[in-house]
Structures are given as structure tokens and as C-alpha cells.
């Protein structure tokens, strides 16, 4: 079996974690309207057997693609994110009019996966996706690589006396952390400190939000940061606070390291990762003062094991899955 990538410009960090046996086509665009023109000749050039494009809109656009152009072979969809809030807030175009286009797009498809359940609904409540259409398979987080770096004590934290925090994701705000830097202004019985890693455009109104509220000393902004592992292992307890999420690969992580592990229950995937409350703490999205509470009920519980929750998303096991509807 052959495997080879087409992406619109560079893979960046991407490239690095990629296995040298694949083979990437770099299309050099920045315009998604261009691969009508790129895209039909790699796939002529190639013929796949299988095409399995990621994320809308490129799943219709590549569907479109291929019944303009006769392309041959079999062309699966993979949705990641939860399309419906995506559309609302982050795009340009109206539900009402991205609805016909996912309708007709998708329906042409051999399969829609979807990496949740509630995805999965998502598509057939909102969108009038065919439940025949549609399967769920979950993200693949946990790797051989992943598992393999060198972990050590480390004083990440400015005090380890200090409960520690730990938030990753990138800063605009889907991710929410507006929402849990005035939450964590409540807190007045615990000494803590938050460190937030990721990059993005709503840092300033945070950092202006973290000064405005006095928590200078207590939340820090550290940027991006391509290796996770040993935040993850020095920090007490994950807090994932999203408005909306498809997955949440960051909770995954989290639970192989055996975190305390506090998300909002928010439209799609904590709720499936963390198997409602068994693997972790779910909080409200309307209140802040509740999530406070879970925050400090969280402070006083002790941990769990959950590595072997976090081991079912291995790349092994996930891969399989995918080999069996190809």
C-alpha cells in the first residue's frame, strides 16, 4: 500500500513527524479556490484508488472537484470540527446557503467519517446527511513517538508550591479562555498558576483581560510550543474550556498522562472522550461561578489512572479501523 499527501502550501511542523516512506505533492496555493485548477492533475497523474480529504470545505471542494473533472476512485470525507457553530462564527457564509452545498457534496460520497458521535448527528440533524453515509471514528492522539519522549521534573511552573494549571489550544475564541481567566479570577482559597500554551489572535484581549484582573502572577500566555509531554507531566490538573470543540485531542494527552482533567461540556467530543464524568470532570459553559466550584472540588480529589482510556485512540488501533472501510 502507498501512501501520499496533497496539501495546499508547506506542511511546517508536520513534516517533521511524517514518515519519510510517504510521499507529500505540495500544490503551493493559498487560495482554496485554486485547487480547481491544481488539484485534478496530481489526481490524474496519480489515480488513487482512494481520496480521503479532511475538513470542510475542502470535502466538497475536492467532491465537486472530482465530478467536474471525472476523476476516478473512491472519495471518503473526514469532518473534524462541529460544522454548524464553525459556519455561525467563523465563516462568511450563511448556514442556509453552506446547507445545500454539505447536502449535495457529502451524499456523493463513498463515506462521511466523523470523529465523534455528536459530529456524527451533527451532520444528519443540521445537514440531512444519510445516517448510511455516516461513521464515527474517533482521532488518532497516541503514537509511538508520542509515547517515547523523555520526560523529567521540570520547574515549567515559576513555584511548584502552587497548584499547577495547564490549558492548550490556540488562542481565538472557539477556545474559549476568556471564559476560564474570569472563572479563575473567582478562585480566591487556591494559591494556583495557569499556563495557557498556543498562539493566536485574541492574545492581546487576554493578556489586556489578565492585567485588567490582576492575575498577572497567576496566568501566563507562553506561546506555542511543538513538544507538550512535559507540560503535561509536571501540570496538577487540565482545564479545557472551549465553546465547541469535534474532538479534543489535547484531552487524550491529558489522560495518558493521568491528569485531573476539567472540560466544558461543549458541542462535540468531551463528553465521549471523558465517558461523561468517569475520566473526568465536566463544567457548565453558562456559569462561571459552577465551574469555580468544579475547579476547587477538582483541587481536592485525588488522581486517577486513565493512560489505558487514553491508549483506545492509539494510532494502531485507529488505523485499523480506517483500513477496514477502505
Known sequence: MEVEIIVMNQLGVMQQILDNRVKVHNLN???????FFKLPKI??????????????????????????????????????????????????????LALPIIFFTHNLSQKIITVSDGVNYQLNSKFKISKKKLLTIYN????????????????IWQNSTKLKLLSIGRLKKQKNFKYLIETLSLIKDIDYELIIVGEGEERENLLNLISKLN???????????????NYYYNADIFILPSLWEGFGNVLVEALYYNLKIISTDCKYGPKEILKNNLYGNLAPLNSK??????????YKMKR??????????HVETISKQYLNIF
Open 29 to 35: 496555493i493559498k487560495k482554496i479556490r485554486f485547487l
Open 43 to 96: 489526481i490524474k497523474e496519480r489515480k488513487p484508488d482512494i481520496v480521503l480529504t479532511q475538513m470542510w470545505p475542502l470535502t466538497s471542494i475536492v467532491i465537486l472537484t472530482k465530478l467536474f473533472f471525472f476523476l476516478k476512485g473512491k472519495y471518503f470525507v473526514c469532518e473534524h470540527v462541529n460544522l454548524y457553530e464553525s459556519i455561525k462564527n467563523e465563516t462568511s457564509l450563511n448556514y442556509y
Open 140 to 155: 488518532p492522539v497516541i503514537d509511538s513517538k508520542f509515547t517515547k519522549f523523555k520526560i523529567f521534573k521540570e520547574s
Open 215 to 229: 492575575l498577572n502572577n497567576k496566568i501566563k500566555l507562553i506561546g506555542y510550543k511543538e513538544i507538550l509531554n
Open 289 to 298: 461561578q459552577e465551574f469555580a466550584k468544579i475547579i476547587s472540588k477538582v
Open 304 to 313: 486517577i489512572q486513565t493512560k489505558e482510556r487514553a491508549l483506545n485512540f
